[in-house]
């Protein structure tokens, strides 16, 4: 799948994921390639800035801790994070409905 | 004796470069990275795969350091300070580049000289000379009769010498002008790279230079038809040609940097990692 297809998706899906339970970087982009059954092709450096804009968006805070003697930052959905998270999966059904709408049989 | 880095070490030491942020922000992103390349080849490892394949492999799943970093200067809010401060660094990489090119066309005009002669860069009608006493005073061009009273011997011979003098002057100076232009750059281009960590771009990577290259490429293409049109056709008197040719090369020079630092924006910009997503269950 084209990696653009993503584009304006990605935060959905990584809120989605970060809501079930908080998680570290390479634990979610785990999840997301599992779910997705490695459908995204795209570079796992790249989930990381997302991350990032969720952060400073308010979406999400993020904690850190030391494992294997190294630092490591966890992710967590805040509540400003989980009202967005209902909004865009709204928009997303609605999207997905439209779309599925105008390709009728074809889907 | 010190071991050789490995695949992740290096990977970090290439992000390093490439990140364009406040230092704190950079110990983070590295941080991060890190921790996700060791422990995308730790599970590599129990996969089955050999440490530095599995290191490799990790590596390569991550992105090119180059994309990476762009994509968390992309992500970056900037305030309109640091968005002018963004353009005000790019203008000044273009400003660079050109105080280079010119001081490039010092070096080649100043080679030609020495080559093919200081005719060959230094057209009559450029130049003046001046001559405040002896048999030639008051003559301003060679070749220019002497005013009444001053023609004593003012011979073709003696104003030849004085003219050719004068041109040797005149090659010297616009050298030195241009190496003290290129010098300028120099210096810059040092400035620049001392203080690019602290700023962030302007989002407008592939404009600067698109127009940079453009700039050069019409320019060198007058330039060049100047000194085509000095040597053949004689339209600025067959001499001088090396004057125009030496900015046309330089020019092309400005060209070719702007040409590779949008071919670099324009790779960054576009991932290029299939199958990226390959982690190992």
Redesign the interface.
């Known amino acids: 799948m084209r ?1 653009d297809l993503l584009k304006g998706h990605l935060d959905l899906l990584l809120l989605s994921i970060i809501s079930e339970a908080p998680a ?3 634990a979610i ?2 999840q ?3 779910r ?1 059954e ?1 459908a ?7 989930v ?3 991350l ?2 969720l952060e ?1 968006a308010g979406f999400v805070a993020s904690t850190t801790s030391r ?2 003697g ?4 966890t992710y967590a959905l805040t509540g400003d994070g989980r009202h967005a998270l209902a909004e865009r999966r709204q928009e997303w059904l609605i999207f997905k409905g439209a779309i599925n709408a105008v390709l009728g049989e074809q889907v | 004796m010190t071991e050789a880095p490995g695949p992740i070490d290096s990977y970090l030491d290439q ?1 390093l470069a490439a990140l364009r942020c406040e230092p704190s922000r950079i110990r ?2 590295l ?6 390349l ?3 080849a730790r599970a590599r490892i129990d996969a089955g795969a050999e440490p530095m394949e599995a290191e490799r492999e990790a590596v390569a ?4 350091p180059a ?2 970093g762009a ?2 200067r ?2 970056r ?1 900037q305030s309109a300070g640091g968005l002018l401060l963004g353009v005000g660094f790019e203008l000044a990489m273009l400003a660079t580049v050109a105080l280079l090119a010119i001081g490039l066309s010092g070096g080649i005009l100043f080679a030609f000289g020495e080559l093919k002669g200081t005719r060959f860069v230094v057209r009559d009608e450029s130049f003046t000379v001046v001559v405040p006493f002896g048999p030639c005073a008051f003559m301003t061009l060679p070749g220019e009769q002497p005013p009444p009273g001053h023609g004593a011997g003012c011979t073709p011979e003696y104003q030849q010498q004085l003219a050719d003098g004068a041109r040797t002057d005149e090659l010297t100076r616009d050298a030195l002008l241009r190496a003290v232009a290129g010098a300028a750059g120099g210096l810059m281009a040092v400035g620049l790279l001392l203080s690019r960590r602290g700023i962030a771009p302007a989002g407008v990577s592939r404009v600067t230079p698109a127009l940079g290259a453009a700039g050069f490429t019409v320019l060198a293409l007058i330039l060049l038809f100047a000194a085509y049109d000095a040597h053949t056709l004689g339209g600025y008197g067959r001499e001088g040609a090396g004057m125009w040719l030496s900015g046309g090369l330089a020019a092309l020079a400005g060209a070719a940097v702007c040409t590779a630092w949008l071919a670099r924006a324009v790779r960054v910009s576009v ?1 290029r ?7 190992p ?1």
Do not use: N, W
């Open positions: 990696p570290h970087g390479y982009i785990d997301l390639h599992r997705s490695e995204f092709a795209l570079p796992e450096g790249t990381y800035p997302a990032h804009r400073d494992v294997d190294r630092s490591r930052r | 992000l983070r992103i941080a991060e990275a890190e921790d996700h060791r422990e995308a799943a991550f992105g090119p994309l990476v994509r968390f992309a992500t809010t991932p990692v299939p199958g990226a997503f390959a982690l269950r």
